[in-house]
């Protein structure tokens, strides 16, 4: 089994910053690509971020410039750096990871619960 927690989500004024996290746990053998989405209310879930296992990266057009992916794979950790946040990034945060488990080597696609960023004007 494997489980993927989110952290750092919150309330902040347009402008400010916040750094959302997300560590796997449990039988994992690797992480390959790991990422950041999000939904706001009546909207589609789309891509934020994305970072593959050799560190390549890849943004939204929305947030490049802003936002910073990154990752510590000794940790199995993935980070999302936001900085001068806009009322219209306000959404649930959700990661992604694809995770090959043990013993079977298998590459499975998990996601965290989600976590509420809310960006006041």
């Known amino acids: 089994q494997v489980q993927l927690v989110e952290s750092g989500g919150g309330l902040v004024q347009a402008g400010g910053s916040l750094r959302l996290s997300c560590a796997a746990s449990?039988?994992?053998?690797?992480?390959?690509?790991m990422g950041w989405y999000r939904q706001a209310p009546g909207k589609q879930r789309e891509l934020v971020a994305a970072?593959?296992?050799?560190?390549?990266?890849n943004y939204a057009d929305s947030v490049k410039g802003r936002f910073t992916i990154s990752r510590d794979n000794a940790k199995n950790t993935v980070y999302l750096q936001m900085i001068s946040l806009k009322p219209e990034d306000t959404a649930v945060y959700y990661c992604?990871?694809?995770?090959?488990?043990?013993?079977?080597?298998?590459?499975?696609?998990?996601w965290g619960q989600g976590t509420q960023v809310t960006v006041s004007s």
């Open positions: 449990g039988s994992i053998f690797s992480i390959n690509a």
């Open positions: 970072i593959t296992s050799g560190g390549s990266t």
């Open positions: 992604k990871m694809e995770i090959t488990t043990i013993p079977r080597r298998y590459e499975y696609v998990y």
